[in-house]
């Protein structure tokens, strides 16, 4: 790497090579939901497990459930919680439980993202790795968690990551990416041997599907769980993948056997809104970036998001 500059580098150790999801599944589900930017918003943690509770169904959370969480007894109650399910390191989980490497926050962030916000998610994280130091053993256990895993469902292969195909922290699954390079994640799909690969990591959801050699596959960004992904909205989003149909669904396709959803995360705003504010008041570095977000949802529409022509609408 010619130059490492905080927030803006992939950290060597972020990387993998597609040819990892060609194995045998690691996990089994009849439902499973892929949770991924929880963001340590512990009233999105309870909606997420209210769902999964309602259908049985298998939990991932895919990284990045660490974020806002930097009062110690809330930073130990999400982790303690997440880590009783299954669980991906996102670049948030790898950043807190090493020493601190001088990637900042491993966001790993495009040249659209600006220099102002790179430097406040870095600010965060030496908020969230002060919090963190005072728990050596849940940053063993952080560090010791997977960068991906293979799931199985309906007979579907998922390749469950935080960034994409090829980095913890990588933006070739973002949905500016997939609509501007839409070749790359074909590639990447093709090159793996999964029919679904189901991110987070870059802030805003969409749902592509793509004709490769081995028939039609799916990238599925869940956005955030912990925070609103589309204008004027208040709820967060998880991925579902299951044999069938969600009636919770806001948009989904099927996909042989099985469905691939998105569903709303409906967590306490009020009660989230008032935590947030005490924890980062005005004018402090989560305030700037993210209070407008959390208050009333991103520039971005579900009709942006749903990128599936090939198929109908499951919801
Ligand atoms: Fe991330």
Redesign the pocket.
């Known amino acids: 790497m010619a130059s490492m500059r905080p927030g803006r580098s992939c950290p060597r150790h972020y990387r993998y090579s597609p040819a990892v999801f060609s194995r045998a599944a690691d996990l089994k589900a009849q439902s499973l939901y892929i949770v991924g930017?929880l963001y340590g918003n512990p009233f999105a943690l309870e909606a997420v497990l209210d769902l999964a509770r309602r259908e049985n169904a298998t939990l991932v959370f895919n990284?990045?459930f660490n974020w806002f969480d930097v009062d110690p007894a809330e930073f130990e109650r999400v982790n303690e919680t997440v880590l009783d399910h299954g669980a991906l390191r996102?670049?948030?989980e790898t950043e807190i439980a090493g020493e601190d490497s001088g990637a900042g926050c491993g966001?790993a962030y495009p040249e659209w993202v600006g220099d102002a916000e790179v430097e406040r998610s870095n600010e965060i994280l030496r908020r969230l790795r002060g919090t963190a130091s005072a728990y050596p053993e849940l940053r063993e256990r952080l560090a010791v968690l997977p960068m991906h895993l293979v799931a199985e469902v309906g007979g579907l292969r998922i390749g469950i990551v935080?960034?994409d195909a090829e980095s913890l922290?990588g933006w070739q699954f973002s949905q500016e990416t997939l609509r501007e390079h839409p070749e790359r994640a074909r590639a990447l799909l093709a090159g793996s041997g999964v029919d679904v690969f189901a991110c987070?990591?870059t802030c805003l959801p969409v749902m592509q599907d793509f004709a490769t050699p081995r028939g039609t596959a799916l990238i599925v960004n869940n956005g955030a769980a912990g925070m609103p992904n589309f204008r004027d909205t208040h709820f967060g989003l998880a991925t579902r993948i299951a044999s069938t149909p969600s009636a919770q669904a806001l948009y989904g396709v099927r996909l042989g056997a099985a469905v691939v959803e998105a569903v709303p995360v409906r967590y306490d705003y009020e009660a989230w809104m008032a935590r947030f504010d005490r924890v980062w008041p005005a004018g402090s570095a989560a305030a700037l970036s993210y209070r407008k977000r959390i208050a009333s949802g991103p520039g971005y529409a579900v009709e942006q998001a749903v990128r599936t022509g090939a198929f109908s609408r499951a919801a």
């Open positions: 930017g990284g990045d996102g670049n948030v966001c935080h960034g922290a987070t990591h």
